[in-house]
Nanobody
Framework: QVQLVESGGGLVQAGGSLRLSCAASGRNFGTYAMGWFRQAPEKEREFVAAVTRSGAPSYSDSVKARFTISRDNAKNSIYLQMNSLKPEDTAAYYC????????????????????WGQGTQVTVSS
């Protein structure tokens, strides 16, 4: 069992930056692939970024080159550094965890994940 708690959301002007954190409780954090998703009002949840057990990142096209995902297994945490934010990045951001099949496994489909946090709101004003 893994519990996830996100933090770091807030209100920022377009072009600004935010750093989201996701702290995990439970054992064997290093065996989980992790992901960030977001959901805007009246829209479906969408993939943002993922990181493998070994730390390799993957990104959606909409955030590539602006966002950076990372993990610190010693702190049972993952992070999402968001730069050059745009109003269309406004959403609730969720972190998710899944027991990874291999060290290089990552998952883009939200249905693949076993555990979810409660989310943190990011609002980007124009």
């Amino acid at each position: 069992q893994v519990q996830l708690v996100e933090s770091g959301g807030g209100l920022v002007q377009a072009g600004g930056s935010l750093r989201l954190s996701c702290a995990a409780s439970g054992r064997n954090f290093g065996t989980y692939a992790m992901g960030w998703f977001r959901q805007a009002p009246e829209k479906e949840r969408e993939f943002v970024a993922a990181v493998t057990r070994s730390g390799a990142p993957s990104y959606s096209d909409s955030v590539k080159a602006r966002f950076t995902i990372s993990r610190d297994n010693a702190k049972n945490s993952i992070y999402l550094q968001m730069n050059s934010l745009k109003p269309e990045d406004t959403a609730a951001y969720y972190c998710a965890a899944k027991q990874a099949a291999t060290a290089s496994s990552w998952y883009q489909n939200s249905n693949s994940y076993d555990y979810w946090g409660q989310g943190t709101q990011v609002t980007v004003s124009s």
